[in-house]
């Protein structure tokens, strides 16, 4: 079935560690996404790509960088993570940007950060 | 700036209606969705509606739209208790494709 799948499911780092997280999608989509979810709260966008276009949210820290290599992965870089950064990270993609585009959201990845 | 806020809980009685209330600041918003998370899981679309519409069904679901006073609600007809997750409103910022995200209404469907 076409999906979004996310490397690890789980990924535990230490403090200051650099660590990657990894999207990955089936649905040759153009939009590729990356939200941050803390403990019951909203997801937030940190950016997305519009095929190799960059869009950075303007409250994203500097700490997090993405990659996408081609049109089927993504990769979340967290430079020197810190306990604040513990959280879910979402990747979602969807056909456009614009109209009723349907995000499709991937299972996420869990960070913890000791 | 744009803001999406929600209830933060809703406990039902299996085989009730559910409603989940939603305002939002963005006027300019295209689309409004609503999104269901289960636990351990992404999230997934449930419905949306178009920014001139009031209401829209889709068999158990119910989406209606005040526009004027930016107020979105979710019925879920005959609740069950695979129906218990966590619901998000949603707006699409200025039509960018950029979701803005409410924190989310828990649902609790009892037996």
């Known amino acids: 079935d076409a999906m979004v799948i996310q490397n690890p499911r789980y990924q535990v780092t230490q403090f200051g560690k650099p660590v990657t997280l990894s999207c990955s999608q089936t649905l040759n989509h153009n939009v590729m996404y990356w939200y941050q979810q803390k403990s019951s709260q909203a997801p937030k966008l940190l950016f997305h790509y519009y095929d190799k276009d960059f869009n950075n949210e303007a409250d994203t820290p500097d700490n997090f960088q993405s990659r996408r290599p081609n049109t089927s992965f993504c990769f979340l870089d967290i430079r020197s993570p810190g306990l604040g950064d513990a959280a879910m990270y979402l990747c979602?993609?969807?056909?456009?940007?614009?109209?009723?585009?349907?995000?499709?959201f991937g299972p996420g990845t869990r960070l913890t950060v000791l | 700036g744009e803001d999406v806020e929600q209830s933060l809980f809703l406990s039902v009685r299996e085989g009730d209606s559910s409603v989940i209330n939603c305002t939002y600041t963005?006027?300019?918003?295209?689309?409004l969705y609503w999104y269901k998370q289960e636990p351990g899981a992404g999230l997934q679309l449930l419905t949306y509606?178009?920014?001139?519409?009031d209401m829209k069904q889709d068999q158990r679901l119910t989406v209606l739209l005040n526009k004027k006073d930016k107020h979105l609600s979710l019925r879920i007809a005959d609740t069950q208790t695979g129906d218990s997750a966590i619901y998000f409103c949603a707006e699409d910022s200025g039509n960018t494709g950029k979701l803005i995200f409410g924190q989310g209404t828990t649902l609790q469907v009892k037996p």
């Open positions: 963005d006027s300019s918003s295209t689309y």
């Open positions: 509606i178009f920014s001139n519409m």
């Open positions: 979602a993609t969807s056909r456009d940007r614009l109209g009723d585009n349907e995000q499709f």
